[in-house]
């Protein structure tokens, strides 16, 4: 019988596929587990949403109570129609869409690396990672949504099929402002002819999309276009909320609405610099650039924007796996950033303040920044035999 | 013609105003980092941002890129000073939120040594030691200043005429300065500096004559300072021809450890003593990008101190950032050594 299972177990992907089910089915255990707790998310928002739109069907999409984008709010109608407890539905859809990340996670690094093992061991950390099962299972919020999206548009893009990618990009947008902390490697792959002008016109249009139901239900459209401008300013009471960023060394409750004025400035001079020393930057497009590219801007807005949430790190933890996959001793990198993120998570589940102080996360998600900008500079030094080609690629010598 | 292809173009597009040549691209962040170093000072003010510091901070951002064009040569490494500069928020939070008086000193000691580059001359050299002796008899944290002229003085770039009238502006100050703070009363001993006070205690020994912890600190500063300078002419002296910018880098890196030195020691400090000192670190970085962690570190600690003054209290310990600049300062004693070539000798002692 050992004979037969460790025979069993060499043939060609068994091991594999039976380590995928296994996670698979504890992933699905551990979430179902989790199904009956109630955040405060769901007690203040959702299911005053949900009571809304039971109440008054799709006509309350006129009124306006919510202040996500309205995508968000006919998924929630359409779970109204079943005949299921609202909540489990949810979750439930929320979970679903933590296998599809998993399974998209796992399709960049294969993509990246070509390897197998490592693209199944970027399945199974996903669906494990304590911000993944916590984000969806027990806060009842929906980062993977957008997540998905933009994980989707990478490989899309990463495929050469531009169009498909930039749709799913503009579908992120319509779902979530937070798409556009990673909107800066766009205009990267744009100056290195990558993507069009022509491509960007997804985002309007996937947003036109995203409202116009609300508006057909009778919400006024300026409101509509305006969604994204009340959002930012709804989270004026900190600078920082339990998110590891610069606001936690120099202080969150302070010069609140001038920080915020200033913040925002000063991120997108700091961009303007950034994209600036990058168009001239002597690199060649690969797969592992673009991926370093959308972690490093993740980090880099998040970090200096004021008002952001710990879970905005949810997107740049799920890049930050691809590249510790693509790029094993950035693994650690992951680890920090995990440890970071669950921080936040944590107080905000159990309402204690962690051990560490914030200020000591915000130092060390300032030494993830670093060693990837440093990746970043460094870049072209790894690919120097390949810069010539780079240059004869693209026309035209920069410098 | 594609219209992509015409923007991208476009970006590269050789342009020139006079003189002057530089890439549409290169102008454009020019512009635009104007703009957002205009606008990022408006939610500090009701109306506009006070004209003077923002002329100051304005005209100390030109005055530092065009240093670092003069010896780099390098536009674009100018270009990125002056957008640094204008954004930097250690200047914002002195010139515009503070309307404190750093920044122009600043702007001052960067004009300084515009004049102390080699291509100017002796009458540079003096009008260095003009404008520094006025920052050295306007102010304490600049005391610095003058240990490290000691050091120039060693390598032969400034006389012992120009030496003394710098010793004698900041002696003046020094004694007329702490004449008065030393009888103050004050009831701390630093003011929202994260130096050595932060560590060992900043609240200073009340209902006595003295204060023997100020005390200690005032004399342990010139004390320590003038060790190092003797120890910095036991060096083996760099017989090899330096490059400008190599020598530039010396000089900054100079000027940064023993500024940063003194204030670390000086009692009385405030939180504007590392204005100066940050734009320095700016200089040092756009120069030396490898040691970027000197600037960047700098940056969060000169900040921690305005930020605990507006605040009136600060979000982590003080002493954790007296910590951090403790260790740059150590970082840049070593480099500094190594520039006098103290390292070696000692080395092969040992």
């Given at each position: ?152 548009c990478v490989?899309f893009l990463l495929?050469g099929k531009t169009w498909t990618g930039m749709w799913?990009y503009g ?12 909107f800066?490697f766009l205009v990267i792959l744009w100056v290195r002819r990558k993507v069009d002008l022509k491509h960007f016109v997804t985002l ?81 497009v690969?797969?592992?650039?673009v991926?370093?590219l ?106 | 013609?594609?219209?992509d292809?015409?923007?991208r ?342």
């Open positions: 019988m050992d004979a037969y299972v460790r025979d069993w177990l060499k043939k060609d992907r068994h091991t594999e596929y039976l380590l995928i089910g296994v996670l698979t089915v504890l992933a699905v255990l551990v979430r179902i587990s989790m199904r009956t707790f109630v955040s405060d998310d769901w007690v203040i928002f959702w299911d005053d949403w949900f009571f809304h739109l039971e109440s008054k069907g799709f006509a309350a999409l006129a009124d306006d109570f919510y202040d996500y984008a309205p995508p968000m709010l006919y998924l929630l109608y359409l779970i109204t129609l079943l005949p299921v407890n609202y909540m489990t539905a949810f979750k439930g859809f929320c979970c679903l869409l933590d296998f599809a990340g998993a399974a998209a996670v796992a399709g960049l690094v294969w993509n990246g690396t070509q390897n197998r093992k490592r693209a199944v061991f970027a399945y199974g950390i996903f669906l494990f990672l304590p911000t993944v099962i916590l984000n969806g299972a027990a806060w009842c919020q929906c980062d993977i949504i957008y997540t998905l999206f933009i994980l989707l490989s495929r799913f579908a992120a947008f319509a779902i979530k402002l937070q798409s556009l902390f990673i800066p309007p249009v996937m947003y036109m999309l995203g409202i116009l139901p609300a508006w057909l239900a009778g919400r006024p459209f300026s409101e509509l276009l305006d969604i994204y401008v009340a959002q930012g300013t709804q989270d004026a009471w900190s600078l920082s909320i339990k998110f590891p960023n610069v606001y936690q060394i120099i202080g969150n409750d302070f010069f609140l609405d001038e920080y915020m004025g200033a913040g925002m400035y000063l991120i997108l001079g700091i961009l303007m610099m950034v994209l600036f020393w990058m168009a001239y930057q002597k690199v060649r690969t797969k592992e650039y991926i370093l959308i972690l490093f801007f993740g980090i880099l807005t998040t970090y200096f924007l004021p008002h952001m949430h710990e879970r905005y790190l949810y997107l740049t933890d799920a890049f930050l796996l691809v590249y510790g996959m693509i790029r094993l001793r950035r693994f650690p990198l992951l680890v920090l950033a995990a440890f970071n993120g669950i921080a936040g998570y944590a107080q905000y589940l159990t309402k204690q303040t962690p051990l560490v102080p914030y200020g000591v996360l915000a130092f060390f998600q300032l030494g993830i920044l670093i060693v990837l900008g440093l990746d970043l500079y460094r870049f072209p030094v790894y690919e120097k035999d390949r810069q010539e080609l780079d240059l004869q690629e693209e026309g035209r010598i920069p410098g | 013609m594609n219209i292809q015409f923007l173009d476009l970006l590269y597009r050789k342009c020139s105003i006079g003189p002057l040549r530089f890439d549409f691209l290169e102008g454009l962040l020019a512009v635009c980092i104007t703009g957002i170093g205009f606008f990022i000072r408006t939610p500090f003010e009701t109306g506009l941002p006070h004209w003077t510091h923002l002329l100051a901070e304005w005209y100390l951002a030109l005055a530092s890129a065009v240093f670092v064009w003069r010896l780099t040569s390098g536009r674009r490494r100018a270009l990125v000073t002056y957008g640094m500069l204008l954004i930097l928020p250690t200047l914002v939070a002195e010139g515009t939120i503070l309307q404190g008086d750093a920044c122009v000193a600043a702007l001052f000691f960067v004009s300084a040594l515009l004049f102390f580059l080699p291509e100017s001359g002796k009458m540079g050299t003096w009008l260095f030691t003009l404008v520094t002796g006025g920052l050295l008899l306007w102010s304490v944290p600049y005391a610095g200043i003058l240990f490290a002229c000691m050091v120039l003085w060693q390598r032969e770039k400034l006389t012992i005429g120009q030496l003394l009238f710098l010793a004698l502006t900041a002696g003046m100050r020094l004694v007329y300065a702490y004449a008065l703070w030393l009888r103050a009363g004050y009831t701390l001993v630093t003011f929202h500096w994260p130096n050595i006070y932060e560590i060992v205690g900043r609240a200073s020994i009340q209902g006595q004559l003295v204060d023997p912890v100020a005390l200690t600190g005032l004399f342990l500063t010139p004390g320590l300072l003038l060790l190092l300078v003797w120890l910095f002419a036991q060096g083996e002296k760099d017989t090899g021809c330096l490059s400008k910018k190599e020598e530039g880098i010396r000089v900054l890196r100079l000027f940064l450890f023993f500024g940063l030195l003194t204030c670390y020691f000086l009692p009385y400090m405030n939180q504007s003593a590392g204005c100066l000192y940050g734009v320095l670190a700016v200089l040092y970085l756009v120069l030396v990008p490898k040691e970027f962690l000197v600037a960047m570190l700098l940056q969060i600690v000169i900040f921690a101190g305005y930020q605990e003054y507006f605040r009136e209290s600060s979000m982590m310990p003080m002493a954790f950032f007296a910590g951090i600049q403790f260790l740059v300062i150590c970082w840049l004693g070593v480099k500094v050594l190594e520039d006098a070539g103290v390292m070696m000798p000692c080395r092969r002692k040992s």
